[in-house]
């Protein structure tokens, strides 16, 4: 959920908290109408106040629009992962395998490399259905990237044409950070302790 969708939410799961337990208090007559009635007119009647109103009406009038008209990005892209795939016919039937089969197979072989700490993966299909990965991954420092990323193309291929017959015509990896192992880590915060002790 991208950091907007979340503030949105947040404002109105507060502003709902707030009307919620006013209504209760005028309900039970704990608060009289006329002292809130008193209490916005207040506000509004200074030049300031009327501003700062509208600003707040303005971006909660922006934020209920996108909330209600525009999904959000990761919503998207999943129902687009869901609706797209390439269909596969036979005597007894269709199959159709989408995009995000393809990704869970592909993040689970992933998965399976102990020196790769993150990855972020994209599937996409041509024309002609052929099948195109772009990887982002984060590796161990000491890795040789060559050699992790042909062994992670050819286990990739090989996993996704075992479990649903398809060639991924090209794979593409992009290495972002080298992550220092967590055992080099503590080893080299021992030595600063050490050698601040020392000292």
């Known amino acids: 959920m991208k950091f907007l969708d979340k503030l949105g939410l947040a404002i109105f799961s507060l502003i709902t908290l707030i009307l919620s337990i006013l209504i209760c208090l005028i309900a039970f007559g704990w608060i009289d109408v006329s002292i809130i009635t008193i209490a916005v007119t207040n506000a509004i009647s200074s030049q300031n106040g009327m501003y700062i109103t509208i600003g707040i009406g303005i971006v909660l009038i922006l934020l209920a629009v996108k909330c209600l008209f525009f999904p959000s990005w990761e919503r998207k892209s999943q129902k687009e992962d869901d609706d797209e795939g390439i269909l596969l016919q036979n005597d007894n039937g269709k199959l159709l395998i989408t995009k995000g089969t393809i990704k869970n197979l592909i993040n689970a072989t992933i ?17 002609n ?71």
């Open 111 to 127: 998965d399976d490399f102990k020196n790769i700490e993150g990855a972020y993966t994209e599937v996409l299909l041509d024309q």
């Open 129 to 199: 259905n052929d099948v195109y990965v772009n990887i982002e991954i984060n590796i161990q420092k000491e890795t040789i990237i060559k050699d992790v990323s042909t062994k992670l193309q050819n286990k990739i291929k090989e996993n996704v044409k075992k479990a649903t017959d398809l060639e991924i015509k090209e794979i593409n990896i992009k290495v972002n950070d080298v992550e220092r192992e967590e055992q080099t880590r503590t080893e080299e915060k021992s030595q600063e302790s050490n050698a601040t002790t020392e000292e």
